[in-house]
């Protein structure tokens, strides 16, 4: 591998964006703990697994912003602290995020049972194996200054490890480029899998008067499955076109656009989850303005459950995986 480029200079402008990106971040997972903590009944097992998706971002941002507030410049012991914390926490967003995906795929396309064994292999796997790569790297001394060339300030692999381009892949890279993959197959299968199961419907039930409030709900939720792999990658794309620069020892890496880009994306993620599933969840965001405006819940719903009263429903279909079926509701819908 040629010799490392010199230190990327990180410009004020570029670290106000990227330090208020980490506090939108840290708001955004802490509102998503909380609407959890606060309101049981939202609290299915996709939420779950969203739940620990935003603790895992919530150490993140913390940990990127004490990184970017410091900017290093040198390997200390908070440098290794804080790669060490972001170098978890970033890897077992990671994990998490391709557990929801597969969590969703397992249950709505397969149809196969979930209980607690399933759980506890997501927290070994997405908690442990994050965390057994992070004591390693720490203990073989590979935490540390990186220059700012696959980073935005704070700490990663040590520039001066020999073989930090494994320690790279291992620490984070590899994991991204798989999630890459892995999240748009998955959830296309479950979108394809969604409309199948709502073509097969309409083949054997009349069109009702409830079907246009009906549809705008179903064309919303496959929608935020489209959404979800692409949000993921607009946001993480910019940290692998930074990597493959660097491995390619090219200047552009230090582009101030670039930089930026890399640095919101790789803090906005657990903002970007508070946007689609606090703020985009009709279930949640109802709740949420009635907190703030100190009006009971039902007083904001009582005009849609009177409309839905009126109407005839569909009587449920038992294997019917849409996208509004009563475990996926909570995660999905929005209208």
Known sequence: ???????????????????????????????????????????????????????????????????VLQDFDRTSWDCVLQGALSTFSNTSSFFWTMAIALYLYITIVRGSPTGTGLLCCFHVVSWGVPLGITVAAVALKKIGY???????????????????????????????????????????????????????????????????????????????????????????????????????????????VLVVLHGIGNTFQGGANCIMFVLCTRVVRARLFSSICCRPYDSLNWPLQRSNSNQQHPEPCKNMDAPDSEWTRPLLSST
């Open 146 to 256: 990186d220059a700012s060339n696959v980073s935005v300030g704070w700490c990663w692999v040590n520039l001066d490890a020999e073989d930090r381009v494994l320690w790279m892949l291992l620490t984070g890279k590899v994991w991204e480029i798989l999630a890459y993959v892995t999240l748009p197959v998955l959830y296309i299968l479950i979108k394809k899998h969604i409309n199948r199961a709502h073509a097969a419907l309409s083949e054997y039930r009349p069109i009702l008067s409830r079907a246009p409030a009906f549809q705008p709900r179903t064309s919303i939720a496959d929608k935020k499955l489209i959404l979800i792999p692409v949000i993921f990658i607009i946001l993480r794309i910019w940290s692998t076109v930074r990597f493959i620069l660097t491995l390619c020892n090219s200047p552009a890496v230090q582009n101030s």
């Open 1 to 67: 591998m040629p010799g490392p480029l010199p230190p990327t200079e990180l410009y004020a402008s570029e670290r106000i964006v990227v330090l208020l990106s980490c506090v939108l971040s840290f708001l955004g997972s802490s509102l998503l703990v909380c609407t959890h903590a606060l309101w049981p009944e939202l609290r299915t097992r996709p939420r779950q697994l969203l739940l620990y998706l935003s603790l895992a971002d919530l150490l993140s941002a913390l940990s990127y912003f004490y990184g």
